[in-house]
């Protein structure tokens, strides 16, 4: 066979192959994150319980500080979409083993060196991270773990590119979803059985190893003149691959500077009890972006496989369809966690003395809100080969989010780290915005803001929905959250308000249309 067959069925321009491959890949990853939310909505209260926020303080902060280690990625783990599916779409066997190769030599290499560095300065940083002697044989096993699993997943990342370039997305979903579930039940089964820190570290290593065989096995499955030769790439394959990653390793490190730093700081100077209440307000903003991120680990492969067809007209609808579709998850269910986030905190932990992360809460799903909203643009702009502007948007968020985290966090704490995330995200926002606007005019257009509009005008209805369901309860004995049976009442009641109003908004507006009803047909017809 030659070099350009074989590679996968993804070089017919059949806009309803697309269709069902999207719808499948939305589906599954729908699956996906709601399994992760899931698991994360039962395991943070337990290991409260078990270990005490201080516990949690720990968790968070030593997989913040192993996640620091894709800071070495230079990119490359985000580059396998963009060049897998470009080379699945042209047949092209050769382009498509190429990056494979080069992208597996290059994080072997980095993996080597990073392992060697956890080896060296690892006994200082357990002493740093854990404040008393008891807590630090956990924190190493913790920590060990936690970089075995960041390292793996780093070396086998183009297992799940190959699939998302073959947009087989849907696969991805499937596996993350059952692993998702296992690694859930083990965690579960620990702390309920009395088990350690150090034990549920070695359940989600466990799980990483599955995970990643199982991407391995499907991989090559769908793609059968796959070829993993690490090193094995023409100069030109190097030299394309690294300067695509380098551009998207600004916006990793970032991304990953933004999300980990925040942690560290507050551990490191206020004290693991309130690293601990800001990850769990951070835990309620990632339940609002796993529901967002639902339809997006189609756009990128998708808008790279429209590039290459030239397909501009339904490069758009992609855009607007994308964004739209991210609103109308997340807008309801930001507005009820916006009006009563101390009721959802006490709801879930069952203990009252967690509401005191509800302000620093709300500024996270704000910043998740205006995050969400702006990432169809940036993996729409990452896919037609514009990494430089999302660069400029993720590294312009990071330091003015870490700029203010380090000024406001000794006087202010989680809050204070929090409304520097909301900053960092809002900049990131503009200059996504005036920048697209600049290099592709033809989807930044003037309707496709009119209709984000409208849909937050839906959004502002549904918040306006649940306060008039919060003002009708707010009698003597309903007003005051006392216990998590009245918190899971009042939100009910809540959410039904915001849903309500925000469908009737929708509906008037255009925003929920007839193709809706056809594409949820589609997934049903493919889960």
Not at 38 to 59: A, H, K, N
Not at 125 to 153: C, G, H, N
Not at 188 to 214: D, F, K, Q, R, Y
Not at 272 to 290: E, P
């Amino acid at each position: 066979m030659s070099d350009r067959e074989g590679v996968g069925a993804q070089g017919s321009p059949d806009g309803g192959t697309d269709r069902v491959h999207a719808a499948r890949g939305v589906a599954w990853g729908g699956l996906e994150s709601a399994a992760g939310a899931v698991t994360g909505l039962v395991v943070t209260p337990l290991i409260i319980r078990s270990f005490g926020l201080e516990g949690l303080g720990l968790w968070a902060a030593s997989w913040s500080l192993a996640h620091s280690a894709g800071l070495f990625d230079l990119g490359i783990g985000a580059s396998y979409a963009r060049f897998t599916a470009s080379a699945i779409t042209r047949r092209d066997a050769r382009d498509l083993n190429g990056a494979v190769a080069a992208g597996i030599g290059f994080h072997l290499v980095i993996a080597a060196l990073l392992a060697l560095l956890a080896l060296s300065v690892g006994p200082f940083v357990i002493i740093r991270l854990a404040p008393t002697e008891a807590m630090r044989p956990d924190a190493a096993w913790i920590l060990s773990s936690a970089f075995a699993v960041v390292l793996l997943r780093l070396v086998l990342s183009a297992y799940r590119g190959v699939l998302a370039g073959a947009q087989r997305i849907d696969l991805l979903g499937r596996i993350g979803a059952s692993v998702t579930i296992l690694e859930g039940l083990g965690s579960v089964t620990i702390l309920l059985g009395g088990g350690s820190l150090m034990h549920l570290a070695w359940n989600s290593l466990a799980a990483a190893v599955l995970t990643s065989g199982l991407e391995a096995w499907r991989a090559h499955t769908v793609c059968p003149d796959l070829r993993v030769r690490p090193f094995c790439a023409d100069r030109h394959q190097w030299r394309a691959m690294i300067d695509f990653g380098l551009k998207l390793q600004a916006v990793r490190a970032a991304e990953l500077l933004a999300q980990h730093a925040p942690r560290l700081i507050l551990a490191a100077g206020p004290g693991l009890m309130i690293a601990g209440l800001y990850d769990l307000a951070a835990r309620v903003a990632r339940i609002l972006m796993a529901l967002g991120r639902i339809p997006l680990p189609v756009v990128l492969p998708l808008a790279t496989r429209l590039q290459a067809l030239g397909d501009r007209r339904r490069l758009a609808i992609l855009f607007e369809g994308a964004t739209r579709y991210v609103a109308l998850l997340i807008l309801p269910c930001a507005a009820v966690l916006l009006l009563d986030a101390p009721a959802f905190l006490i709801a879930w932990t069952g203990d009252a003395a967690t509401a005191a992360a509800a302000t620093t809460a709300r500024l996270l799903i704000v910043t998740a809100v205006v995050t969400l909203l702006a990432s169809p643009s940036r993996l729409v702009l990452r896919g037609l080969g514009y990494p430089g502007l999302e660069a400029v948007a993720a590294v312009g968020s990071t330091v003015v989010h870490l700029m203010l985290s380090l000024l406001l966090a000794p006087s202010f704490g989680a809050e204070g780290v929090a409304f520097g995330a909301l900053a960092g995200a809002l900049t990131a926002a503009c200059v996504l915005a005036i920048g697209g606007r600049r290099v592709r005019p033809d989807l930044m257009t003037a309707p496709f803001c009119a209709s984000l509009a409208r849909t937050l005008v839906a959004g502002f209805a549904g918040f306006a929905g649940a306060w008039v369901i919060r003002l009708s309860i707010a009698a003597p004995g309903l007003a005051q959250v006392l216990d998590r049976p009245a918190a899971l009442l009042r939100l009910l009641a809540e959410s039904a308000g915001a849903l309500t109003l925000f469908v009737i908004v929708a509906l008037a507006l255009g925003r929920l249309r007839r193709d809706d009803v056809a594409l949820l047909r589609a997934v049903r017809g493919t889960v």
